[in-house]
């Protein structure tokens, strides 16, 4: 396999990319432009000035608040300062004619785009949907994460379809869709319907009818917002692990695969899933990271004094103390008990999460990847587009750029 040049590919081309969503939000604000899209919009335009146009789909009520959302959002970021020193007093023209800020929601059918000419030119100009929009909570409300994650990954396709000279649909993923398992991990696509727990058939049109009911019977009970979102929350995770998977993320992203490969047809379709997405390791901004990822909320927690410690062998012998001392001591350790209980319901909170990832056993296979990165070998834009981690020193990156990099830009 021949590798051509990539900077060359993105010349000339129109980008679409996803990566705002905002479901059942109080306000626009409150829900972040993704990290990723922001990571991909800084690389294309520092690789290749020469793109014609990126789409960025924006969650705004109409396209002045999704303009301010992507200036105030997205190029105020320190991420493209490398960008502004290289095109400097030129960088907000240049941006103004190659970035566009499209105001929609993936949620809804055609992204929710109102503007009939508006989706009209976009069909008409696009040559790559890039799909990075995403709820990555692991304890989601069922509701929210099925909206976005599965259906909304759907909506993108549906809109891609439209699109008259696309040459590629991208969807991010996770490669923790395949669930918890030991051993070599094979790198396939989901059949319809199918779940990791073989005695059952995955509906997915059922669950959203299963979400539709319980939030009716919610109403009717007049239950109040904390407590639907609890419900929420709570059948998410009893569904997912119903069926096979640990937590509503990734059940909802497989989801979203199974209904990308049902409903693909002949369109192009490259479904990348990542293991884990940190800061920045060097290019461009090394230790930069927007949002608690993963590994993140236990750095933030020691961080914070929340936590200190983590997870370790449940086989240990226990310490048990003497039932008449503890009866002695009863009264004296309640007002203390009552006082640290919210904080250590919430380290298991933390505990039941990341369980299933702390004590991870499976290994992934990657020969796709790995063939693109012997087709890359020589290729002279390597060094552009190094995705090799076997480059990286994971010590200096872990202990010298991740976690100063986790407490500079999130302890806040």
């Given amino acids: 396999m021949e590798i051509g040049s990539i900077v060359e590919y993105l010349k000339d081309k129109s980008i679409f990319?996803?990566?705002?969503?905002?479901?059942?939000?109080?306000?626009?604000?409150?829900?972040?432009?993704?990290?990723?899209?922001?990571?991909?919009?800084?690389?294309?335009?520092?690789?290749?000035?020469?793109?014609?146009?990126?789409?960025?789909?924006?969650?705004?009520?109409?396209?002045?608040?999704?303009?301010?959302?992507?200036?105030?959002?997205?190029?105020?970021k320190e991420l493209f300062d490398v960008l502004k020193e290289k095109h400097g007093k030129d960088f907000d023209s240049f941006i103004s004619k190659k970035v566009y800020s499209?105001?929609?929601?993936?949620?809804?059918?055609?992204?929710?785009?109102?503007?009939?000419?508006?989706?009209?030119?976009?069909?008409?100009?696009?040559?790559?949907?890039?799909n990075v929009a995403a709820t990555t909570k692991f304890y989601e409300r069922y509701d929210v994460s099925l909206n976005i994650n599965?259906?909304?990954a759907k909506h993108v396709l549906e809109f891609a379809k439209k699109c008259t000279k696309v040459k590629m649909l991208l969807h991010v993923s996770t490669a923790y869709v395949a669930g918890v398992k030991?051993?070599?991990?094979?790198?396939?696509?989901?059949?319809?319907?199918?779940?990791?727990?073989?005695?059952?058939?995955?509906?997915?049109?059922?669950?959203?009818?299963?979400?539709?009911?319980?939030?009716?019977?919610?109403?009717?009970?007049?239950?109040?917002?904390?407590?639907?979102k609890f419900?929420?929350?709570?059948?998410?995770i009893q569904r997912a692990r119903m069926y096979g998977w640990p937590n509503t993320y990734v059940f909802t992203k497989a989801m979203g695969e199974m209904l990308l490969g049902h409903l693909r047809g002949d369109m192009p379709l490259v479904i990348m899933r990542p293991t884990i997405i940190t800061s920045v390791y060097k290019d461009s901004l090394p230790g930069w990271?927007?949002?608690?990822?993963?590994?993140?909320?236990?750095?933030?927690?020691?961080?914070?004094?929340?936590?200190?410690?983590?997870?370790?062998?449940?086989?240990?012998?226990?310490?048990?103390?003497?039932?008449l001392m503890n009866l002695a001591l009863f009264g004296l350790f309640t007002q203390q008990f009552n006082t640290y209980w919210k904080k250590y319901k919430h380290v298991i909170h933390l505990a039941d999460i990341y369980a299933p990832y702390t004590f991870f056993k499976g290994s992934f296979d990657d020969s796709n990847l790995e063939s693109l990165r012997k087709a890359m070998?020589?290729?002279?834009?390597?060094?552009?587009?190094?995705?090799?981690?076997?480059?990286?020193?994971?010590?200096?990156?872990?202990?010298?750029?991740?976690?100063?990099?986790?407490?500079k830009y999130l302890l806040k």
């Fill in 17 to 76: 990319v996803t990566g705002s969503t905002g479901f059942l939000a109080k306000s626009i604000i409150s829900q972040t432009i993704s990290p990723i899209n922001m990571f991909f919009v800084d690389k294309v335009l520092r690789v290749q000035p020469n793109v014609k146009k990126l789409f960025l789909l924006v969650r705004a009520g109409d396209a002045k608040l999704a303009t301010k959302r992507m200036q105030n959002e997205v190029f105020a």
């Fill in 102 to 130: 499209i105001a929609g929601d993936i949620i809804y059918e055609n992204l929710g785009i109102e503007d009939y000419n508006l989706r009209e030119m976009l069909w008409e100009e696009i040559d790559i949907v890039v």
């Fill in 289 to 323: 990271i927007e949002g608690a990822r993963t590994i993140d909320s236990i750095i933030l927690g020691y961080a914070k004094g929340d936590i200190s410690c983590i997870l370790g062998d449940p086989e240990v012998v226990s310490d048990l103390g003497l039932r």
């Fill in 150 to 152: 599965t259906f909304g």
């Fill in 231 to 236: 419900a929420m929350k709570e059948l998410g």
């Fill in 377 to 407: 070998v020589n290729n002279d834009e390597m060094k552009l587009f190094d995705f090799d981690p076997k480059h990286i020193e994971w010590d200096d990156y872990l202990i010298n750029i991740h976690i100063p990099g986790v407490i």
């Fill in 182 to 228: 030991e051993g070599i991990i094979s790198e396939k696509l989901f059949h319809f319907g199918e779940a990791l727990n073989k005695d059952l058939y995955l509906d997915i049109q059922g669950e959203l009818r299963l979400v539709e009911y319980r939030k009716k019977e919610l109403h009717e009970q007049n239950s109040t917002i904390e407590a639907e």
